[in-house]
């Protein structure tokens, strides 16, 4: 079997399957998204301090330290708390994302909730808690030592002026009090160019705020839905196919070239219509054939042995016997477990020795269905010499002139039919 006969068994016998399976696929995004309704978004921009960034790879960092802490347990409940909705931290932590907007420093705060103004106040309050707690880290060392720097200036500052006071006394040492002042003005002078260092740093230090918050309520999510189904039908159809294979590759579909291959034997004629419809059977390639069958496999009886649908093969043996003629004696058999023991005896009795087997089917066929042929065939050592198919159509068949002519002489009683076998006008050879 090629790979055109797998695709066409695959896709022409199982297409209503794949196309249920496609549809299931689709349809689950479908469910989905009226399942989970809008969500809403809400952005606002903010500078978490420190270092600018240089490239990329740091930007990315940045944005990762920012998203720890706007999903850590503490932050979170603040930001519930303050803007007094009713969201679980869990819940409003799986909608916050943070990404670096280029490799600029700047990060995009976003929040999705289903309500548009919840992810509004959410938003903001997440970008003043990240603000609030990189400025402690940023800047809360520089602001304590720079406050303590001044509160040693002003210490030293007040112990000078004491100093001069006592100088003012006339009974004071002068000497010891000049000494020690000038130690304390060589201090306040040192505090005083750390305290101007210290303000210089605090001015080229990226201090962490927020640029922009959310005025306005958030704004819908653009749906995916689109592509959701999309990749929902191709998985659908994968499904189905891969379903569909499983299904041929158990109980396998064939037609009627692949059941003469799987029979080993040739196809000998195509019916265009059901076995009892006489107006197909006055077929001489059909005869010829069964002949040359026949004679090439050594047999000179042929029992005709119908499979898959229940068909009556009776007028077709009685067509196709013409022992006088040189051709094999045809006679009809039927593996049917409801028939009698009796019938079965009196079918085989009609078979001469050196019989052969013709499988009769229709153009397709399930391969389950040629259990009881092959079955027979391998217990009776007959060969199967040939198949012949024919068009399983159950509907009444359109009568021609031919039809129409004998129902017509049927109706005289005395009408005798006529025994005419060279009509060539009704089954053209199988190719």
Do not use: C
Request: aromatic share 2%; charged share 20%.
């Amino acid at each position: 079997m090629d790979l055109n006969e797998a695709a066409q068994r695959i896709f022409k016998h199982h297409w209503v399957l794949i196309a249920l399976v496609t549809l299931i696929g689709l349809g689950v995004p479908l469910a989905l998204a009226q399942r989970q309704g809008d969500d809403y978004v809400a952005n606002a921009r903010l500078i978490i301090g420190g270092a600018d960034t240089r490239d990329a790879q740091e930007a990315a960092a940045l944005a990762d330290t920012a998203l720890g802490l706007a999903t850590s347990p503490s932050v979170l409940n603040r930001a519930i708390s303050e803007t007094g909705v009713r969201r679980a931290d869990t819940d409003v932590a799986t909608g916050v994302t943070i990404t670096p907007v280029g490799t600029s420093g700047v990060l995009e705060l976003t929040v999705t909730d289903r309500d548009a103004d919840v992810a509004t106040a959410l938003v903001n309050a997440l970008a003043d808690q990240i603000v609030a707690l990189r400025e402690d880290v940023v800047l809360g060392g520089s602001r304590q030592l720079l406050t303590q720097t001044g509160q040693q200036i002003d210490a030293l500052t007040q112990n000078i002026a004491d100093i001069e006071n006592q100088q003012a006394r006339p009974a004071a040492p002068v000497a010891t009090l000049e000494l020690r002042r000038q130690e304390a003005v060589a201090q306040r002078a040192a505090l005083e160019s750390q305290r101007q260092q210290l303000n210089a740093e605090l001015a080229t230090t990226v201090a962490p705020r927020v640029i922009d918050d959310s005025a306005d309520p958030g704004t819908p999510v653009s749906s995916a839905l689109p592509a959701r189904l999309a990749v929902g039908a191709l998985l659908g159809l994968l499904v189905g196919v891969a379903l569909a294979a499983g299904l041929e590759s158990l109980r396998p579909t064939l037609n009627r070239a692949a059941l003469a291959r799987r029979l080993g034997a040739p196809l000998l004629g195509h019916l265009p219509r059901r076995p009892e419809h006489d107006g197909a059977l006055s077929d001489p390639w059909l005869v010829n054939y069964l002949s040359l069958a026949a004679k090439d496999s050594g047999v000179h009886s042929v029992q005709l042995v119908p499979v898959g649908p229940a068909v009556d093969v009776v007028r077709l043996a009685e067509w196709l016997d013409l022992p006088g003629e040189g051709g094999p004696h045809v006679v009809p058999l039927v593996l049917d477990a409801s028939g009698s023991r009796d019938e079965v005896v009196a079918q085989q009795q009609l078979a001469e020795t050196g019989t052969g087997v013709v499988v009769v089917a229709p153009s397709v066929v399930q391969g389950q269905q040629l259990a009881d042929v092959e079955r027979y065939v391998q217990l009776t050592k007959r060969p199967v010499i040939g198949v012949i198919s024919y068009s399983d159509s159950r509907s009444t068949p359109r009568r021609t002139s031919t039809d129409q002519e004998e129902m017509a002489d049927a109706a005289d009683p005395t009408f005798e039919p006529p025994v005419t076998r060279d009509d060539q006008s009704v089954v053209s050879p199988a190719s």
